[in-house]
């Protein structure tokens, strides 16, 4: 049986961070609303993998915010190691992150490339959980940006 070790944290920052449009876990979207936990009372566990700079959530912001456009031709399915993925939210959800490690989920996270790198648009928890799983590469929909 594995063991699910995360750092908790009571913070303002994911709380803030909740408010990006693109944010699951707790902060997800419940019928067109979302439910946010009150504040000082967000339980969160850090992500293991690395992070993208100020400048770099900078940069890709527009992509985040639209998410990737799954039309032919501007965005491809691809195997890429999880080493070099980069996320773009500091924290997750523990609970769904267990959940994720119990069961896998299908859905493909996503991917924009910038520059030769990887960001995390959407799936951090997926990806964390194939990583505790003992996986060193995943599945990915990439979307290649400038």
């Given amino acids: 049986m594995k063991h699910l070790h995360v750092h908790l944290h009571n913070t303002r920052d994911a709380f803030e961070e909740s408010k990006h449009p693109r944010s699951h876990g707790q902060f997800a979207k419940t019928a067109g609303k979302r439910e946010l936990p009150p504040p000082g009372n967000v339980q969160t566990a850090s992500i293991s993998l690395p992070q993208a700079s ?49 069961q896998h989920d299908p859905e493909l996270p996503e991917v924009f490339e910038m520059n030769g790198k990887f960001y995390i648009a959407d799936g951090h928890h997926r990806i964390e959980a194939a990583k505790k799983n003992g996986k060193s590469v995943i599945n990915v929909a990439i979307e290649h940006v400038k």
């Fill in 54 to 102: 100020a400048q770099e959530r900078e940069d890709l912001a527009p992509y985040l915010e639209r998410g990737l456009k799954r039309t032919p031709g501007k965005f491809s399915v691809k195997e890429v190691p999880i080493s070099k993925l980069i996320a773009t939210q500091h924290h997750i959800d523990p609970h769904v992150l267990a959940s994720k490690i119990k």
